[in-house]
């Protein structure tokens, strides 16, 4: 921006006679959008090169290798040729040959989608057009001289590089000179220039690419002071165009420009300047395709190619080329499993069956046929005992167990007769286990009573272990007046509710497994 000391101009009707330029209305108004037509323009222009949709005959050709991915979404265009079938060796050479022909060249895309820009690309360029200046430029400095209308043709050349971390969104930046004319009657060369920057948006899904931009930056003249002096002023610009990515590394570019700078001896208002121009820029940065192997047709060697091989990674057998299966997961595979579908054991792979389902297996069943009758006498061995002779006699009121009035005391005599017969009977068949319950009448309280009944059951089995019965084989529990077997009314009722009874513990019988079925 030049300092303004306000000297004064000359009247207008001591200026030099300027030559009339009426072209400059009709140029602005044709210029200046240009960029925004071809912006327009240039997505129906992609649209209509593009391939014909899926399903027209006419319109598909011969299968080639599959296109590659849009460049747009992940920065880079992929190969993918069909290394199909048979030797792997033959395809991966044939596969090599041609990515290392079109790696660079894409030839497997379509053109129009083939250079697309990308993310992180650089471009440099050189340019050159025509600027078309206001008649109220501000170009000249009014210490040294006054302001002078320039030819509204005049030439614009200059250098400009640019970097797009986008596909779609870049910064740029610009130098140049715009040799132009005084409009006068000796048309004196002076050499305006210009620095700037902008932001440049651009559609990226085609290698012709429409864009806009808006920056500023500066612009001034260099020229003696007889002509229009040194000056630089601040100016922003926008416009639009056409990029052409002819390959990897070339693209042609035409836009149109807009410009506003400060307006002649007034440096609050803003004059409007047209460029349209043309370019020549160099690519940088595309990323190189990855080469795709062809997949080895069958990946596991098993002898079954991929697309008929159900177990494709894996090695296996026929019919399917998966590995031998377990279904039931038993260590014994279906082949040689007799029971594929249940867990089984040996020799043939199926579970041990309990056929009298009994609950017992019949590898441990005696009596595989006939289910076992659980009476607390053998009842593990599987088979329908029966509880013997001598034992049953000990079962139910053990008549003759006497204890002392209101105690627990056995009494001597009968009593421990009785219980040295049951000793010797437990004694002889080891597998017996027995609760002893112990019974009074209704004298006195239930507490009492039931604490009593309690504790001659205890006597009773504490007898029976003095005598070599395991305990554990004896379990206890005292009835109270609870349970009585007749009235007590009388006393010869009474006298029969007070006894002892033992009874045969029976162990739970085993629950019968649900049976299951081959294929379930």
Same mark, same amino acid.
């Given at each position: 921006?030049?300092?303004?000391?306000?000297?004064?101009?000359?009247?207008?009707?001591?200026?030099?006679?300027?030559?009339?330029?009426?072209?400059?209305?009709?140029?602005?108004?044709?210029?200046?959008?240009?960029?925004?037509?071809?912006?327009?323009?240039?997505?129906?222009?992609?649209?209509?090169?593009?391939?014909?949709?899926?399903?027209?005959?006419?319109?598909?050709? !011969? #299968?080639?290798?599959?296109? &590659? +991915?849009?460049?747009?979404? =992940? @920065?880079?265009?992929?190969? $993918?040729? /069909?290394?199909?079938?048979?030797?792997?060796?033959?395809?991966?050479?044939?596969?090599?040959?041609?990515?290392?022909?079109?790696?660079?060249?894409?030839?497997?895309?379509?053109?129009?989608?083939?250079? !697309? #820009?990308?993310?992180?690309? &650089? +471009?440099?360029?050189?340019? =050159? @057009?025509?600027?078309?200046? $206001?008649? /109220?430029?501000?170009?000249?400095?009014?210490?040294?001289?006054?302001?002078?209308?320039?030819?509204?043709?005049?030439?614009?050349?200059?250098?400009?590089?640019?970097?797009?971390?986008?596909?779609?969104?870049?910064?740029?930046?610009?130098?140049?000179?715009?040799?132009?004319?005084?409009?006068?009657?000796?048309?004196?060369?002076?050499?305006?220039?210009?620095?700037?920057?902008?932001?440049?948006?651009?559609?990226?899904?085609?290698?012709?690419?429409?864009?806009?931009?808006?920056?500023?930056?500066?612009?001034?003249?260099?020229?003696?002071?007889?002509?229009?002096?040194?000056?630089?002023?601040?100016?922003?610009?926008?416009?639009?165009?056409?990029?052409?990515?002819?390959?990897?590394?070339?693209?042609?570019?035409?836009?149109?420009?807009?410009?506003?700078?400060?307006?002649?001896?007034?440096?609050?208002?803003?004059?409007?300047?047209?460029?349209?121009?043309?370019?020549?820029?160099?690519?940088?940065?595309?990323?190189?395709?990855?080469?795709?192997?062809?997949?080895?047709?069958?990946?596991?060697?098993?002898?079954?190619?991929?697309?008929?091989?159900?177990?494709?990674?894996?090695?296996?057998?026929?019919?399917?080329?998966?590995?031998?299966?377990?279904?039931?997961?038993?260590?014994?595979?279906?082949?040689?499993?007799?029971?594929?579908?249940?867990?089984?054991?040996?020799?043939?792979?199926?579970?041990?069956?309990?056929?009298?389902?009994?609950?017992?297996?019949?590898?441990?069943?005696?009596?595989?046929?006939?289910?076992?009758?659980?009476?607390?006498?053998?009842?593990?061995?599987?088979?329908?005992?029966?509880?013997?002779?001598?034992?049953?006699?000990?079962?139910?009121?053990?008549?003759?167990?006497?204890?002392?009035?209101?105690?627990?005391?056995?009494?001597?005599?009968?009593?421990?007769?009785?219980?040295?017969?049951?000793?010797?009977?437990?004694?002889?068949?080891?597998?017996?286990?027995?609760?002893?319950?112990?019974?009074?009448?209704?004298?006195?309280?239930?507490?009492?009573?039931?604490?009593?009944?309690?504790?001659?059951?205890?006597?009773?089995?504490?007898?029976?272990?003095?005598?070599?019965?395991?305990?554990?084989?004896?379990?206890?529990?005292?009835?109270?007046?609870?349970?009585?077997?007749?009235?007590?009314?009388?006393?010869?009722?009474?006298?029969?509710?007070?006894?002892?009874?033992?009874?045969?513990?029976?162990?739970?019988?085993?629950?019968?497994?649900?049976?299951?079925?081959?294929?379930?």
């Amino acid at each position: 921006m030049k300092p303004r000391s306000f000297a004064p101009h000359l009247p207008d009707s001591e200026r030099p006679p300027m030559i009339p330029s009426p072209a400059r209305p009709l140029a602005l108004s044709l210029l200046v959008p240009a960029g925004l037509v071809c912006s327009a323009l240039a997505p129906a222009l992609a649209l209509a090169g593009e391939p014909a949709p899926a399903g027209d005959p006419a319109a598909e050709p !011969a #299968p080639a290798p599959a296109p &590659a +991915e849009d460049a747009s979404a =992940g @920065g880079s265009a992929e190969l $993918s040729l /069909d290394g199909g079938r048979g030797d792997a060796k033959a395809s991966a050479t044939k596969t090599n040959a041609a990515l290392e022909s079109t790696d660079k060249k894409r030839l497997d895309v379509p053109w129009l989608e083939r250079w !697309a #820009p990308e993310r992180n690309m &650089a +471009e440099i360029g050189v340019y =050159g @057009g025509l600027f078309f200046p $206001s008649d /109220d430029h501000d170009f000249y400095h009014p210490d040294t001289a006054p302001q002078k209308p320039l030819w509204q043709l005049n030439g614009a050349v200059g250098l400009r590089a640019s970097f797009q971390p986008l596909t779609f969104l870049g910064v740029e930046a610009e130098g140049g000179v715009l040799p132009s004319k005084i409009r006068s009657s000796t048309n004196d060369t002076v050499i305006l220039w210009k620095v700037r920057g902008h932001l440049i948006a651009q559609l990226p899904y085609w290698s012709v690419s429409p864009f806009v931009l808006i920056g500023g930056g500066a612009m001034g003249v260099n020229s003696p002071n007889i002509l229009l002096g040194d000056d630089i002023d601040p100016a922003m610009h926008w416009g639009g165009g056409l990029k052409v990515y002819v390959n990897r590394w070339i693209a042609l570019r035409v836009e149109g420009r807009h410009i506003l700078s400060a307006k002649s001896a007034n440096q609050r208002d803003f004059t409007s300047h047209a460029e349209l121009l043309a370019g020549l820029s160099f690519t940088l940065g595309r990323q190189k395709p990855k080469p795709i192997v062809p997949e080895d047709p069958d990946r596991d060697k098993d002898g079954f190619e991929n697309a008929v091989d159900s177990c494709p990674d894996t090695p296996g057998v026929s019919p399917d080329g998966c590995p031998p299966r377990d279904t039931d997961e038993d260590g014994w595979i279906d082949t040689e499993d007799e029971c594929p579908y249940e867990a089984g054991v040996e020799p043939d792979g199926c579970p041990i069956r309990d056929t009298d389902g009994d609950g017992i297996l019949d590898d441990t069943d005696a009596c595989i046929d006939e289910p076992e009758k659980v009476n607390g006498y053998k009842d593990e061995d599987g088979c329908p005992d029966e509880v013997p002779i001598a034992v049953r006699e000990f079962t139910g009121v053990i008549e003759g167990i006497e204890f002392e009035y209101n105690s627990a005391t056995i009494r001597e005599g009968k009593s421990k007769e009785v219980l040295d017969a049951a000793i010797k009977v437990l004694e002889e068949y080891p597998e017996i286990r027995i609760k002893v319950v112990g019974h009074t009448d209704n004298q006195g309280t239930p507490e009492y009573n039931k604490k009593l009944s309690t504790d001659r059951a205890d006597a009773v089995k504490q007898y029976l272990a003095e005598g070599g019965i395991a305990e554990d084989r004896i379990e206890t529990f005292g009835a109270g007046q609870s349970d009585p077997l007749t009235t007590n009314e009388t006393e010869e009722g009474r006298a029969k509710n007070r006894r002892t009874e033992f009874e045969i513990i029976k162990k739970a019988k085993p629950e019968r497994a649900k049976p299951t079925t081959e294929g379930e």
